[in-house]
């Protein structure tokens, strides 16, 4: 009896050690969660003004809230009000030392200082806004703001009565030159005695300053005033004035809205939504990107109903052209201040040329400083 427990029990165990022996064994380690950490990419952003500024930084940021809702696995920071100095370089350090995948600089004067601390990190992807130097882990981008500028000249040039208009001026650079240019050939298309006098304040957000020039320019005799700047102060200036508005960057209706006739805007989202997966997936290369209203990285607001109803058709013609590849806004002729043919009848202008513009077209009232 006791040989056939025991042969029992044997039988018994070794059935045990060969269910067992089968069963896969656990892993000491899942990947899992290192894998999805990896996925938790990190991504700051530097603003030259507050986020609240209602214009520039505030563009930015609202796409950087809207990376977040296409990509709820980034995390994103920013930080806001960096000056164009050796301060952005301690900024972009900071961001690249504390584990930020990709850092999008988002003003003009950041250039210098992104390529100095690009060299130092390079595992760390940066993305320069509107400048011209790139590496292999530094790339910029910008928008064709030029076309919606043009559409809003239209605009203005309309609905001007004195046949002077006021353009409140950032800094002298390129980008600012070529946005101005764009605004007086629209104006001088929809009406040919109109002017456009400009007024420099070598500020991006200033807004008592802007709000003065803009003065200057009302009391000049302008009945609209345009913008390159990041606050409403020049159309605050206009609405206390009685007179018109074009705004910048965002839709800025809700600060003038007995004034304002309508912006140019931006809309970085989708960019920012397809830059970040392309560096999570691997895929980046650096590149010069400057997209168009066709991939709607810029646009012109909604125009209000102190626009009259031929001056939107004429808005949206133009628009269409445009957006189907007939014609854009630097196409000839063009000629400068002193009359002298610049752009011939039928030649478009190339990239490097708008993108290095030192001069302004016939209609422009004022000059450039050296």
Request: contains cysteine.
């Amino acid at each position: 009896m006791k040989k056939k427990l025991l042969l029992i029990l044997c039988i018994a165990m070794i059935g045990v050690l060969m269910i067992t022996g089968c069963t896969p064994k656990p892993t000491t380690a899942d990947p899992a969660p290192e894998a999805a950490k990896d996925e938790n990419l990190k991504v700051a952003f530097i603003y030259v003004g507050p986020v609240g500024d209602a214009g520039w930084s505030f563009a930015h940021d609202k796409a950087r809230e809207y990376l977040v809702s296409q990509m709820p696995e980034v995390e994103t920071t920013f930080i806001e009000s960096v000056p164009e100095g050796a301060d952005a370089e301690r900024v972009l350090t900071e961001l690249a030392e504390k584990g930020n995948k990709v850092i999008f600089a988002t003003s003009f004067g950041y250039m210098d200082y992104v390529q100095n601390v690009a060299k130092k990190y390079p595992d760390v992807t940066f993305v320069h806004c509107s400048g011209y130097k790139t590496a292999e882990n530094v790339g910029t981008y910008f928008g064709r703001m030029y076309q919606p500028r043009y559409l809003s000249g239209l605009v203005a040039g309309k609905k001007t009565e004195s046949n002077v208009i006021g353009y409140v001026a950032a800094f002298p650079i390129p980008e600012v030159i070529r946005g101005i240019n764009a605004f007086t050939l629209g104006v001088k298309e929809a009406n040919p005695d109109a002017v456009v006098k400009v007024v420099w304040t070598n500020t991006w957000y200033d807004p008592a300053k802007e709000k003065e020039a803009a003065k200057s320019l009302l009391d000049a005799g302008a009945d609209v005033i345009a913008q390159h700047q990041d606050t409403p102060g020049p159309q605050q200036a206009a609405e206390e004035k009685g007179a018109f508005s074009i705004g910048y960057n965002t839709d800025m209706s809700q600060f003038a809205p007995k004034a304002y006739l309508t912006s140019p805007v931006w809309n970085w989202g989708p960019y920012y939504v397809e830059t970040v997966k392309a560096v999570k997936e691997g895929t980046w290369k650096s590149e010069q990107y400057w997209g168009s209203m066709k991939d709607g990285v810029v646009e012109l607001a909604p125009m209000t109903d102190l626009v009259d109803e031929e001056t939107k058709a004429l808005v949206e013609s133009k628009k269409n052209e445009m957006l189907q590849g007939t014609w854009d806004v630097f196409t000839g002729e063009i000629k400068d201040q002193t009359g002298t043919v610049r752009v011939n009848v039928g030649e478009k202008m190339a990239d490097e040329e708008m993108l290095s513009f030192d001069w302004f077209v016939e209609g422009v009232e004022g000059t450039i400083p050296k």
